[in-house]
T-cell receptor
Framework: QKEVEQDPGPLSVPEGAIVSLNCTYS??????FMWYRQYSRKGPELLMY????GNKEDGRFTAQVDKSSKYISLFIRDSQPSDSATYLC?????????????FGTGTRLTIIP | DTAVSQTPKYLVTQMGNDKSIKCEQN?????MYWYKQDSKKFLKIMFS???????INETVPNRFSPKSPDKAHLNLHINSLELGDSAVYFC????????????????FGEGSWLTVV
């Protein structure tokens, strides 16, 4: 079993819809959770960052972490064609020292105009 | 200005060859990384350097040798290339060893597409 599981999709939704992207994980030591967006032929860019359980909102994006269920989500409201990309969840146990990010495999999202 | 730049962007080479990918960051960051992304988009760290010192060395074949001449550069040299080395290699940097907090974001380059034939 992989440490981080993510449905690869592809996921296609009409413009304006609410998108829900999810990851599950097995390592209970993970405390830092991130979502990266990767456009085609580009490098990943950090979209959202959360520490421990709870919600964080930034514009049309909301990140949720449920550590008891080992489940994280990214919601995109009023989705736009420019949101079409691959979304990767990432997580780690600490934010310093000899730590590394563990990524999910990414979900490819297409917003249909 | 590109924050993290890597060259070449595309590289096609034959099995058995030796090749290098170069990376430079102009963000003044202390830490640089090499990640590998396979055909299924799985992104996995290979190495990280902090101020030219090797910090993370995941179980990568010793055909892969990173070199950091200074903290703004981290090059990746690959000997005796194999078909399975075909992937996208991303260079990245961050202010300090960390995992991308809002104050410690990891910035990725645009990737180097390596195809071994």
């Amino acid at each position: 079993q992989k440490e981080v599981e993510q449905d690869p999709g592809p996921l296609s939704v009409p413009e304006g819809a609410i998108v829900s992207l999810n990851c599950t994980y097995s390592n209970s030591a993970f405390q830092y959770f991130m979502w990266y967006r990767q456009y085609s032929r580009k490098g990943p860019e950090l979209l959202m960052y959360t520490y421990s359980s709870g919600n964080k909102e930034d514009g049309r994006f909301t990140a949720q972490v449920d550590k008891s269920s080992k489940y994280i989500s990214l919601f995109i409201r009023d989705s736009q064609p420019s949101d079409s990309a691959t979304y990767l969840c990432a997580m780690s146990a600490s934010n310093f020292g000899n730590e590394k990010l563990t990524f999910g495999t990414g979900t490819r999202l297409t917003i249909i105009p | 200005d590109t924050a993290v730049s890597q060259t070449p962007k595309y590289l096609v080479t034959q099995m058995g060859n030796d090749k290098s990918i170069k990376c430079e960051q102009n963000l003044g960051h202390d830490t640089m990384y090499w990640y590998k992304q396979d055909s299924k988009k799985f992104l996995k760290i290979m190495f990280s350097y902090n101020n030219k010192e090797l910090i993370i060395n995941e179980t990568v074949p010793n055909r892969f040798s990173p070199k950091s001449p200074d903290k703004a550069h981290l090059n990746l040299h690959i000997n005796s290339l194999e078909l399975g080395d075909s992937a996208v290699y991303f260079c990245a940097s961050s202010q300090s060893i960390g995992t991308g907090s809002s104050g410690n974001t990891i910035y990725f380059g645009e990737g180097s597409w390596l195809t071994v034939v």
